[in-house]
């Protein structure tokens, strides 16, 4: 039953964000003033009288950037919306079912809008505090306009003393002034400090708002409120331990005289050297409540105090992304274990709104992150996971500059940068086709083939052999790291997404791009296989250094590398460790391709320890504990440890046949499940000497393929078997 309400949601959400909303909105968006500025809070209340509750009555509710909403005194959404930008300028809408909240007479509907007020690298400011509420079913209208009544808590919600959160966030500090609201502010009917409204002087689907999508993911999954697991005090300052980095809304309970501040932050307040997200509380007098409003992130929560406040209690609520942890793989290697759950711990801290970079320096769906971590998503959660990614790609589509070109940080308007080698990697094998072939979904497709066949054949040049122009873009980064041949990156990279687009063209019967992208694909191959084979591996001419294991990776996935020239390339790999977290993954993945599991674990042995601090739940951004120590690009591995040690990889779109060939190197037991379209794939492996006992389990309706004892391929349908491998 879950399987399939996960497949109903995927499937009612699949067509919401390629299309406006279809039906008119009866709602107009208020507000209090004309002109917001930065960390603008605003609350709108509506009193409704109802003579019978409906069956049903489905919200939509619009705003930027985010909401609380309270009916009867009962919190329904907390923190509803997504930042702005399905495509420029445009806005996302919630959809939320409130009849189970309303009674027959006198019902109380509350709204508290946060308004960021500001751009940052995931999300494009508007510069309006506004609300659009439209809920409509027969014999029931309860829609925004005139009739509202709403108030400027400019006093009670200010911006936090100190440095702001550096420019590439748009979140500000919050401070709450616990002083001027009476507790059930939220409850009463009418009265102080509500008062009339405006309607703005533009309709819904008009600027400064623009075009309205559905929400196409869904609400925060609330993980309740917590104790800490551990919890010190140190003069002034509570340090609290959560169990691993999550996203954290601050709780505490204190008596207090009135006027105290209460600072409020994490271990993650300053990240290589940028300043995060903080959080004030101003104390009324007596004992109290709060809940911080922005969410924070980190393995420790501090609470710095004043003297005489006393602290009665402290907790904290998770919030995340609506999806399951169904994925698992553990082995006979600790460290291996170790590296897949801190890889699972920081993936879910890197999704929100988009695929971020980290969640607390940049929040930011750079495209290079996005590749690994929607490759990463299908190994270690639920398919709700897929919604994320589809959003992301469907974004980096829309966001085109008018001549083609793709880039990223999106949603943005105060930063953003063409890495053409990244959006490569996007729009190819790895990025938008593995995304559509791994979740099965296919509707993407004719959604974004013509802004990924502009970007491949109008953006990019080539020169009198046929073969592509090196472009430096925005920001000529290839990958972090010293010993780029970003030319031969470059040709492997366009090979790639020339066999994505092949592959998305075949699909939609475009016979004359199919041939246009092979006959082009075997050009670079050729150059490659001739031209730039220097008998220990591909170089350009124009790069006079040491190997590029880079390279070599991507030629070996690409599948252009002849058997008889591997033994070469695995010389590189044993010299060469010039790959960073982002792209060493392809090196694992060809070593596997090789036949060389054994070395790809030798490799991870090698270098992951250096981004695992001892203790820790996530990973770190660059080896040697650089950057942040929360980027899920690090966390590439996880797709090799699943495919290739454990070697389940789809066969047919979103695993409706798939095949187990494991190559187990060092290994001799793993235990995984990867959850698909077509349903939960679970595998035991054991290994004496070149045997491999299985016990797999295949979901109905799905066909597996594995080599048998002779060599010879079998085909095992639903149910579980048990089969030896030699």
């Not at 500001?118 to 439209?134: E, R, V």
């Not at 290839?478 to 063209?505: C, I, N, R, S």
Request: proline share 5%; hydrophobic share 40%; aromatic share 12%.
């Amino acid at each position: 039953m879950k399987k399939i309400l996960v497949a109903l949601f995927l499937m009612l959400t699949l067509v919401s964000f390629s299309r406006a909303e279809e039906y008119a909105w009866k709602g107009r968006w208020i507000s209090k003033e004309a002109q917001c500025r930065p960390n603008t809070w605003m609350a709108f209340k509506k009193v409704v009288q109802l003579d019978q509750v409906p069956a049903s009555l489905e919200a939509r509710i619009a705003v930027d950037s985010r909401y609380w909403m309270w009916i009867n005194g009962e919190m329904v959404v907390r923190e509803g919306a997504l930042k702005r930008g399905p495509a420029i300028g445009d806005t996302y809408y919630d959809k939320v079912e409130i009849a189970p909240y309303l009674r027959a007479g006198e019902n109380v509907i509350t709204v508290l809008v946060w308004h960021f007020g500001k751009s940052g690298f995931s999300h494009m400011n508007s510069g309006t505090c506004a609300l659009l509420f439209d809920a409509v079913a027969p014999g029931v209208e309860i829609v925004s306009d005139r009739s509202w009544r709403g108030t400027a808590l400019a006093t009670v919600f200010t911006t936090a003393e100190g440095p702001e959160p550096n420019y590439r966030l748009p979140e500000s500090n919050i401070r709450y002034d616990a002083r001027i609201l009476p507790e059930d502010w939220y409850k009463s009917t009418e009265g102080r400090p509500f008062s009339s409204v405006i309607e703005m002087g533009f309709a819904p689907g008009q600027a400064p708002m623009g075009r309205l999508v559905e929400r196409p993911i869904p609400q925060w999954k609330d993980f309740g409120l917590k104790h800490y697991e551990a919890v010190r005090q140190s003069r002034d300052t509570v340090y609290c331990r959560v169990p691993y980095n999550c996203h954290v809304a601050p709780w505490l309970k204190v008596d207090a005289p009135e006027g105290r501040v209460i600072r409020i932050e994490t271990d993650h307040r300053i990240v290589t050297g940028a300043e995060c997200v903080r959080a004030e509380y101003v104390t009324k007098a007596g004992v109290q409540e709060f809940e911080c409003y922005g969410w924070m992130n980190g393995e420790e929560v501090k609470y710095i105090v004043p003297e005489d406040v006393k602290v009665l209690d402290v907790q904290y609520r998770e919030t995340g992304f609506d999806t399951e942890f169904t994925g698992r793989f553990t082995c006979d290697d600790d460290f291996l274990n170790d590296y897949w759950k801190r890889a699972q711990r920081t993936m879910y801290v890197c999704m929100r709104d988009t695929y971020y970079d980290c969640p607390d320096r940049e929040r930011a769906q750079w495209w290079g992150d996005e590749v690994n971590e929607l490759n990463e998503a299908f190994f270690v959660f639920d398919r709700k996971s897929d919604l994320l990614a589809r959003k992301g790609i469907l974004e980096l589509a829309a966001w085109a500059k008018p001549d083609g070109v793709l880039y990223a940080p999106i949603p943005c308007s105060n930063y953003y940068k063409e890495l053409p080698l990244q959006i490569l990697a996007s729009v190819g094998w790895y990025g938008f086709r593995n995304y559509a072939y791994y979740s099965g979904d296919d509707t993407v497709i004719p959604l974004v083939y013509d802004a990924m066949h502009k970007y491949l054949h109008e953006v990019w040049q080539v020169d009198a052999d046929g073969m592509p122009i090196y472009r430096t873009g925005d920001w000529d980064w290839p990958d972090a790291g010293a010993h780029q041949d970003p030319v031969g990156q470059l040709h492997m990279w366009y090979y790639l997404a020339l066999k994505a687009e092949a592959a998305f063209a075949r699909h939609l019967g475009k016979a004359d791009d199919v041939a246009k992208c092979e006959a082009m694909m075997q050009r670079i191959a050729d150059k490659f296989n001739t031209d730039w084979w220097t008998g220990a591996g591909y170089k350009t001419p124009g790069h006079p250094d040491v190997m590029d294991d880079r390279v070599q990776a991507l030629a070996v996935v690409a599948g252009i590398v002849p058997a008889e020239r591997y033994p070469a390339i695995l010389k590189v790999f044993s010299e060469e460790y010039h790959a960073t977290t982002y792209m060493q993954r392809y090196v694992l993945e060809a070593l596997c391709m090789m036949g060389r599991p054994d070395l790809a674990q030798e490799r991870m042995h090698k270098l992951y320890p250096t981004v695992m601090t001892p203790g820790g739940t996530t990973l770190w951004e660059h080896w040697n504990f650089d950057g942040t120590n929360n980027h899920a690009w690090t966390g590439g591995a996880v797709t090799v440890m699943g495919e290739y040690f454990a070697g389940i990889k789809p066969t047919a779109p979103g695993f409706k046949t798939f095949e187990v060939a494991p190559q187990m190197g060092t290994l001799k037991h793993i235990d995984t499940a990867i959850d698909t379209a077509s349903g939960l794939i679970e595998a035991v492996l054991d290994r004496k000497g070149k045997t491999v006992s299985l016990t797999l389990t295949v979901p109905e309706g799905v066909v597996a393929t594995v080599p048998g004892a002779t060599g010879r391929k079998k085909t095992f349908g639903a149910g579980t078997h048990r089969i030896v491998i030699k």
